[in-house]
């Protein structure tokens, strides 16, 4: 890996994390007619009140899901780093819509919880996370030159 790239991977993280939380509280509401609320439904997944939602969404976007995107997935994924962040986008939407919600009762690509408009806001909204995140990450997964 290029040095600084966990640090470069991390202010991605921020910038990413920021468009999609904003994407979710104030863009999304023109969509589902309420604001799709990370926070409260990952506290409420373990327990936790909606600050450490907040705090669980923080470390997923800024340093869990860069760092996993830089040294384990970039030399994996097909194509430019655009490409390679909209791919994790979606693998990250996928395993929301198929693993995470269900377990949270909200259904299989949210059947219980709002259907197709929520499962296209997720969508979006991951996307966006997804292409900012690659896009200013840029090629710090690749190898370092020898």
């Known amino acids: 890996m290029n040095p600084g790239g966990i640090f470069r991977a991390g202010i991605a993280g921020v910038v990413a994390t920021a468009a999609m939380t904003v994407m979710a509280y ?5 969509m589902l007619g309420h604001p799709m609320d990370i926070a409260q439904m990952l506290a409420g997944f373990v327990g936790g009140d909606w600050t450490v939602g907040l705090l669980m969404h923080l470390a997923n976007g800024i340093v869990i899901f860069p760092v996993i995107y830089v040294i384990v997935l970039y030399r994996f994924l097909p194509g430019a780093a655009w490409l390679k962040g909209i791919l994790l986008g ?3 939407w996928l395993t929301l819509e198929v693993v995470m919600l269900p ?3 909200a259904g299989l690509f949210s059947s219980n919880q709002g259907g197709a408009k929520a499962v296209m806001a997720a969508l979006i909204a991951h996307l966006i996370y997804g292409v900012l995140l690659g896009s200013l990450t840029g090629g710090v997964g690749q190898p370092a030159a020898a």
Request: aromatic content about 10%; charged content about 0%.
């Open 26 to 30: 104030f863009v999304a509401p023109m």
């Open 90 to 92: 979606l693998g990250l």
């Open 103 to 105: 377990m949270m009762g």
